[in-house]
């Protein structure tokens, strides 16, 4: 038998590393290719890991809760009917991915893009990351990498800068130094300790990577939805008893939002360091909370979409959610985000961007209160709806013409012009 490896697979756009909730097999399992072998969570979904090769699993090289990046090794597997004389050994292997580790890339592109647990380890140490050697595509440093400057001590290295040119003006930089790493709470008597783990851990690094690459700027319209909530409540009895599933509000606001998001692309977009990516497909991600956990799958296509078709899928993939059912197809794709804050009962939010995505928009309750109209108080019911954009790429004439636009698409929904259908 050859020994071959198994790999970190790519689990959807933008996912550059995932975390090991279990494995499905131990070593000296027999396994055919395609039989699921591990379950492992990213930022996005949970998914099923599938053997590349039928054969026996030799060894389990990553271990269950450990967080490793796209393409990196899992586990050894003994492949069926190939002879070893063609494949390198185990060993071989082993010395193989250790020259390729030590080894450092031409491309350094991917120099500087740092994932959330690269950060964590390196600011918990008082690591330089400009000083690391990264041996991930485009020269990224790993996990690994950063292990492997600790293990060898460099970093007691870079913390003994500022002691040895501490000054008069060095003082104050040296001081900075010893602050980190910050120490931790303690516990009291009747406190419970919750571990962070699974989806938990996943929105914690995904929250931590945009607010520290995106520089966020935000911005709020009010919006008079009245003939929309006359519109929607004298219908959505009957249409639920004719379609099955119920016709939300958020179902007006997500085409309002994909059909606003036609007239200025702009906001479609992402930011891919020496370039802005203008999509051209229209996928809007929704947030979907279980529990502890939030989910973000997409509605494809929502400009192609009537209202009913985007309300089913708000609730086809709002039950996957519940029932543990998402696939990472569902997850993959979004452009751009749309957050039902007001499910929640909140009227004024500041969402986080879904990175890489441009911006989101936090759509919150619809409150009834008095409005003056033509001088004269009239009873209304008003919408906040909260923008956060991504400073790089946007800037505050565009969204605020886009925010605009959407604010009066909404008003002018009413059941002359608009069918559901």
Known sequence: MATEKINMPQLGESVTEGTINSWLVSAGDKVTKYDPIAEVMTDKVNAEVPSSFTGVIKELVAQEGETIAVGELMCHIDVEGESSEAKPSSDDSEKENTVEEESTPKDQSMKKRYSPAVLRMAQENDLDLT???????????????????????????????????????????????????KAQPTT????????????????AQNMVRSTQEIPHAWM????????????????????????????????????????????????????????????????????????????????????????????????????????????????QGGTFTVNNTGSFGSIHSMGVINHPQAAILQIESIVKRPVIINDMFAARDMVNLSLSLDHRILDGLVCGKFLARVKEILEN???????VY
Request: proline share 3%; no cysteine; hydrophobic share 35%.
């Open 131 to 181: 000083q690391v050697n990264g041996t991930g595509s485009g020269g990224r440093i790993t996990r690994k990498d950063v292990e492997k400057v600790i293990e060898t001590g460099q970093t007691t290295q870079v913390k003994a800068q500022p002691e040895e040119s501490k000054g008069a003006s060095g003082e104050e930089q040296s001081t900075t130094r010893k602050e980190t790493p």
């Open 220 to 331: 709020t319209v009010e919006s008079d939805v009245t003939n929309l909530v006359n519109y929607r409540n004298k219908i959505k009895n009957k249409f639920k008893e004719q379609e099955g599933f119920s016709l939300t509000f958020f179902a007006f606001f997500v085409k309002a939002v994909a059909q606003a998001l036609k007239e200025f692309p702009q906001l479609n977009s992402m930011w891919a360091e020496d370039k802005i990516i203008q999509r051209k497909d229209i996928n809007l991600s929704i947030a979907v909370a279980k529990d502890q956990e939030l989910f973000v799958p997409v509605i494809k296509g929502a400009d192609e979409k009537s209202i009913k078709g985007i309300a089913k899928d708000i609730n086809d993939l709002a039950m996957k959610a519940r029932s543990g059912s998402l696939t990472s197809a569902d997850m």
């Open 413 to 419: 929904i009413n059941e002359d012009n608009t069918n």
């Open 188 to 203: 009291q008597s009747g406190d419970i300790e919750i571990p962070v783990t699974g989806v938990r851990k996943a929105i």
